[in-house]
């Protein structure tokens, strides 16, 4: 089992927008960075905890908890010329870029980036660390217990949606 932390603009995609869609999944796509995509190819299996985190926004902060709820596969907005993610040097048949789904678990007590900077548990956190930016990064499984007991979110509420 593995824990990410992914990052969205909530006027893209928010936690909100997650619950409210069919099946409370959705793709996760735009990617455009090389260490965050291959962790999405090589490092996430379905099933791994996401704290699902709304950036660049008036209050920063881990909005919901989902999962990994597939394997990856070639994010489409790389083919899409009018798009926003286009990358002409994508093909269909060498994608540059890949997606995976991710599924909705519980919304549980929205916690800010302040609030994160002051649990002395999540200080080696890479999040917290200076000059990161990237929009996915890995998490130990005891920050991970932290935050879910900061949101209020149970842990066997995450269990009993990976089964």
Known sequence: ??????????????????????????????????????FMRDGMLVGDGVLFYHSSC????????????STPYP????FDKDGKYFDPKATPEQPRWISVDVQAVAAGRYLPLTEMRTVPELDDMVLLQKG?????SPVTAGQWQRILAL?????????SARD
Do not use: C, H
């Open 75 to 78: 994010d489409a907005s790389q």
């Open 132 to 136: 990161s930016r990237l929009s996915i």
């Open 58 to 69: 008036a209050v920063p902060g881990v909005a919901g908890i989902a999962r990994v709820a």
């Open 1 to 38: 089992m593995r824990y990410w932390l992914m990052k969205s603009e909530p006027d893209e995609v928010s936690f909100d927008d997650v619950l409210a869609a069919p099946g409370r999944t959705v793709a996760w796509f735009g990617v455009r960075n090389y260490q965050a995509r291959n």
């Open 151 to 159: 949101t209020g979110v149970p842990a066997a509420a995450f269990a």
